[in-house]
């Protein structure tokens, strides 16, 4: 049911996504940044995916995951709020000859849903578009969508509880990024910060475990922090 205060996921913050020419720099910076077929193989382990598996990835952006996930699973359904960045998925899996992703527009919030419950839902770099309800709702969705035993591959900005000088401790986080990926992605970290939702741990641990998921494995990475959790 749509109700009068439902939150609108379509609307970006941040970065804006349904822009097209963000899309490709986006992909061209992520590209250089990441390695995806490393990324890919931890996600399979962490979430015991196999050839028989069902994946579903929220907030999929330009589909390197999904595609590169579609490799090792049976299946893979891949959803994003912005029309541009599933166009860009859609266009990319085309290029490679990947035939087992459906791309289909959705968020955590409304939109396309797999038919059934799947064995593993990840999300990368998406969860913070929301502000907190809305994140308690989004990680109802997914538990919902799991099957029992199923798992959940989270990694997002998540601010640590392990500090008192948030000031200091960002500080420290820009400037690393600066050294290790230059001006521009410090100053996209900034606006992270400064307009973005990013919560903090104890918030975001609260809403796991109130929906009935359990943190099998927390790994903090810089300004990043994966959590693997079980339905
Ligand atoms: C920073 S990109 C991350 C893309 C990809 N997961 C990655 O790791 O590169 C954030 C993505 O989340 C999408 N997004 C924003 N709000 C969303 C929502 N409510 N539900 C699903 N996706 C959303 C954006 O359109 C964008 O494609």
Redesign the pocket.
Known sequence: MNYPWQYD??A??G?D??DESEVAA?DER?QKL?NTDVEAADIAKALNLSANSTVW??????G??AITLAGTVKHVYA????PA?LEYARQKAKRRGITNVTFAH????SGFRPDHPVDGIV????LH??PDFWKLK?ISVIANSLLSQGRLYL?DVIFPSATDDYDAFFRVVIEGVRSQAGDDVAEQTVQHIKTEFSTLDWILEGMIARNGLTIIEKREEGFLSVYICEK
């Open positions: 996921e379509t970006q913050v970065t996504y349904r986006y992520m990441r990835e929220i907030g999929t952006g330009t390197e995951c959803t994003d709020v912005s960045m959705g968020g955590f919030l999300t990368q770099l998406a578009h929301l989004a990694r």
